[in-house]
């Protein structure tokens, strides 16, 4: 299809017809600023196929605010060698008309003719949407929608298998779509997507479940019901058999046989019980007898016994008093010896005392004679010590005062040097019998003298000179040594002395004085340690204390003589003594005791016999023996009578074994009870069996039953044609699935084929991938490292755009291969791509265009220079 | 005298095979067919009706269903004599306890529970009944009849149900057993027998009578009973089976090999007198057309009989060329009829074949579409 004139009437800013005619068979690039009218030309052509010419929706064709205005579109295009005219006028005398070489078509018949050979669908009513448009959607691109390329494949899909599929002989199948479409409606009358069931089929399901539940429990009460009307008969027939024959009668009998025994053996027990009583009571007595007579023994043995114990008592008195008598003699020597040895030991004592106080006195004596010397050495020293320390005070002078008169005769003696240097001097050489007078002085002889004042030197008869000395501090000088000469004397008046040399020397006696003072004190310590006192009442008392001892020894004890004997041997044999004589006294205390001791237990034995012996008499005694013994022998018969009833009796019951007859009666009555109880409670059991039963009968549960097996058959068998069904579905589905994605894959191959050409001229050894709609899916390229893959959509936009393009060129390729029409036309392409893409869309376009006709809208013309063909200005057609 | 002879009622059974329609009303035929057996009854002036067991299907039956069998036997004011079989057995609690309690059994109902010659004397015979107590017993319970004594005048008539020993194929219920030579060694004149449900004569004294109302595809002649006449104690009993069921069940099973099979199935089918129970089982393969010729004769039976069930599992649907010409299918269309006409040789094929049923219902609502 190759358009060769546009022409267009009052259609939006083209009031006015505008031509455009020369259009050439490959690319024509048109170029303008924005609103020159690009995309007024690219809606005309597209509402000249699209819109029905009888459409009220497309009012906005007309010129701004021109509401007559009647939109016009005229086309003149060739295709296959046929030369077509298509006029289309909407709203005011709307027509459309074609003209093909001399064929003549109009009104809905042409837009028919359009739409088929195209590719695209009219709308029913209204405006013509995308979803309408078809191939020429997918070729003629829009301002700014060139990246969207799924949408357009979308709604072009069906029309390209179609177009193309008819290029692959007849592969396709005519409404397969329909036929899938069907088939997947009636699946989805019975499965979800995910194939579980739904709806009727669902309920089928569910309807089936809940049957079988419900045979099952009806199964289960009919079972039940079974079972219960066997027991019936059973419970039946035992009730009939225990009216005949009443089991427990026959229990019943034998348990009055046993009770007869049971009554016999108890009469025994009673018998045994009052004959056991009997014995144990005549088992007492005979055990009281015994013990009197034991009582009887015992106390004809105790009498002797006591008899036995007073003799003993009574010869042990005796012996004792015998022996205390015998002491007496020993004990009183040794008192003797005790108290002789007690005063040699006070002799030894004496003589010891004496001697020691000779010792003493001898002591005190040579301690005498020391004190004696000390005491007067040291009072010698006291009275050298007292005159000294009177001299001190006597020359006593203070150091201090000395250092000042020291100090201030020393100034003196300087301040006179100075001013003797200082003094006017004068040489006198007066001839003799000359005499001047100096000052009140009269001079009269050689010599100089020293004037230290205006002084008047009167020369008689010459006249006087007055001399006046010359140094300036002579006059301070002067005042200076006044001062001292002052203080010189203050000083030596304070000190009582008449000069400093007398100080001096008082100065020097004072020091040796106090040094002799050191050496006396030292000296009468070493006499007297305690000071002089102290040794004065020490020698004192030594004087009282040996005068005290002269006076004790003066007059000696007329001592005895004891012959040397020692005080320690003296003690020695007092302690000898001392042990006798203590040995002697608790031997002595030993016997009186024993002897009172004796003297007690003799009395008490003689006492205890004596009671005793009163109590009874041998005559009574002997009859009670005698009695009790007749007794004793009388009881043992009886004891043994006794014994033997005893033990025949309990033979008998132990052979009747009442233990187990007692069980047996237990048992009897058990099984006898047990039985009847039984009997009436199998017959209550079926009286409420039999009412159960009527009552469950009366429900029918077998017919139910019955008929819900016929439910649930029917039930299965329709779930059984629906689950056919599904699976017919199912299988058929994917049977038609797999076919046409088969088919696709066929239509994809060469649509690859076109794609890959493009693409190589962009980036080499790339490749887009489509899928079973044909839509580009994958960018495959050799990145700097490895495979890049990149999905469509998350492509940047230029590159979609490109893509894009690409894209529509293979379709338009693939279609062209099908002798289907192909006009490309793009509104504003690529105007985000970059200048080598753009460099290298440029050759894609120009390859393109030698096949198809291409028609490039665009603002930016120079992005467009050397794509190889001059653009054509709006702006200049538009005159 | 002049009785009738019938066995095997089975009020209260239901069909399951059937749908909800038919199976009630199936249910329903059989209280209708006794119904139509007291009315001949009553025409034939009969001296009574024996019935030989299993006049209830199970034990537990709704008192609706009780109240209209009994309702169904006024017609017949004469002795009906009716023993239990093994699915009404004369148990503790059985569907004739129940039916006592209600007290829909009228005066002339004589239901025989206990082993008891049950005396005539003015009609001039004698009833040895042998009812079942248990469901089934291995013992022969009309042994009795040999030592049973009765009036020589008297026409000895044995009721029984069970199974003839050596007679029946094995597998029919080797319970509830019947010496085959008990007429002649218990000196009976007529032994009527139930539990087989088809006409059958044992002897000239002993048949089974089957069931009124045909309940199976046996063709074993159902749908009978007998009116025996015996003129007098000893005479040879005639024996007169009446045709009195209300439904023929007719079971159609036929190959599929070639087209004019399909003629044969739907001749057959036609040549049904209505109204009929039909079973029809096809295998084989058919083509489209075939099968549509098949399916409106199935669908014009339907309307015909009282129930028609197809089985069609083991027919494969092979569409010929033409068939595929026909739908007009093309490309892979074509291919996928083609691929689901060989995978019915396979393991899927009922699958395949379905798949093909439908989509050429698909294809052929496109023509019909294409035409309108």
Redesign the interface.
Known sequence: MKLQRIKINELKQFNHPLTIDALQPGLNLFCGPNESGKSTVVNAIRAAFFERHRSSTVSGLRPYGDSSAAPEVELTFEHNGAQWHLVKRFLNKARCDIQIDQQHFSGDEAETLLATWLGFELPATGASKERHWGIPGLLWSEQGSGQDIETPVEHAGDYLKTAL?EALS???????D??IN??RQ?RADLLTPGGKPTKAYKKTAEQLESLTHSVAALRNQ?AQ??D???W??A??HDHQQDEQHKPWAAHRAELARAQTLLTEIEQLDAQQAQDNTALKELTQTQTLVTDQLQALHQYTADLAKRQQAAEDANARLEDLTTALTDAKPKLDQARADYDLAADQVKLARQQEAQQRQRDTQRQLKQQWVNAEKALTQAQQTHQDQASKREELTKIQINPDDLAALRDVSARLTEAVIREQSIATRMDLNLQPGHTVSLGTETIASTGHHRILEPTRLTIAGVGSIDISPGGEDLGELSRTLSQLRDKETNLLDQLAVDSLAAAEARGQRQLSLMQELNGLEKLLRSYAPDGLQTLEQEHSRIQDELHKLDQLLANPDDTNDINGLTVAAAEAAQQAANERLKTQEAQQQHLTQQVALAKQQRDTTAAEYDLLAATDSQEERTQKETELNAQLLDNRARQQLLTQAIQQRQTRIDDAKPSLIKQDIQRLTASADQSQHQFQARKEQILK??AE??A????????????Q??????TQRRHDELA??A???E??LD??EQ??H??TQKLQAPLQKHLNHYLSILFPEAELTVNDNLVPTQLVRNGATAVERGEFNELSFGAREQMGLISRLAYADLLKEAGKPTLIILDDALVHSDEQRLASMKRVLFDASQRHQILLFTCHPKNWDGIGVAARNMADMNT | MKFIHTADWQIGRQYDRFGPEDSPALAEARINTVRRIAELAAQEQVDAVLVAGDVFDTQTLKDRTLRQLFNALSAYTGPWIMIPGNHDAALAESVWTQAQRLGVIADNVYLAVTPEPINFVDQGFVVLPAPLTQRHTHDDLTQWFDLAESAPELIRLGIAHGCVQGILAEEIDSANPIAADRAERARLDYLALGDWHGLKQVNTRTWYSGTPEQDRFKSNNPGHLLLVEITAAKAEPQVTPLNVGAFQWHQIEHHLAVSSDVDTVVAQLTSITPKAVIAVKLTGQVDLSGEQTLSTALSEAEGHHRSVTVDLTGLKLVPTDDDINHLHADGYLSEVITELRTQQTHDNAPVARDALGILASILRDRQAEGRA
């Open positions: 599929g007849g592969v396709t199948a005519t409404g397969a329909d036929v069907a088939v009636q009919v019901y079974r219960k009307v066997d019936l008969g419970l039946r069996l039999e039963l009527s469950l009968g009366a429900q029918g549960l077998e017919e139910q039953l019955a008929e097996l016929t439910e649930l058959s029917t056919h069904r699976a017919a579905l299988h058929l049977l038609l076919k046409r088969a088919l």
